[in-house]
């Protein structure tokens, strides 16, 4: 079974930083795009970020450029949200998804699998 499990949420400060983790099991993320989705509380979805196989190519949502970096360890199975400068608007239950599309912009729009969401909380 296709599983990935996020990790890493948690409540901070806004100026602060988190780091979640997506870690794949059941198959190997090294054939897959992987994004990050997140969802506020009375807001709609949206993609944040996402990486195609090789880390090559990355793509951010706007309001996140210069702030996060999304990175992958293939050999760890796992890709990384480093998230910096935190915002209160940051807040939301952020979700990992993977796609064996080799267009990067697939994952964010037609994903195959998805985590269970981890929660961040910025706020003073």
């Known amino acids: 079974q296709l599983q990935l499990v996020e990790s890493g949420g948690g409540s901070v400060q806004p100026g602060g930083s988190l780091r979640l983790s997506c870690v794949a099991s059941?198959?190997?993320?090294?054939?897959?795009?992987i994004g990050w989705f997140r969802q506020a509380p009375g807001k709609e979805r949206e993609g944040v970020s996402c990486?195609?196989?090789?880390?090559?190519?990355?793509k951010y949502l706007d309001s996140v450029k210069g702030r996060f970096t999304i990175s992958r360890d293939n050999a760890k199975s796992t890709v990384y949200l480093q998230m910096n400068s935190l915002k209160p608007e940051d807040t939301a239950v952020y979700y990992c998804v993977a796609s064996s599309d080799p267009d990067v912009h697939t994952v964010l729009v037609v994903p195959e699998v998805w985590g269970q969401g981890t929660l961040v909380t910025v706020s003073s």
């Open positions: 059941g198959f190997s993320l090294d054939y897959y795009s």
């Open positions: 990486i195609d196989t090789s880390g090559a190519r990355t």
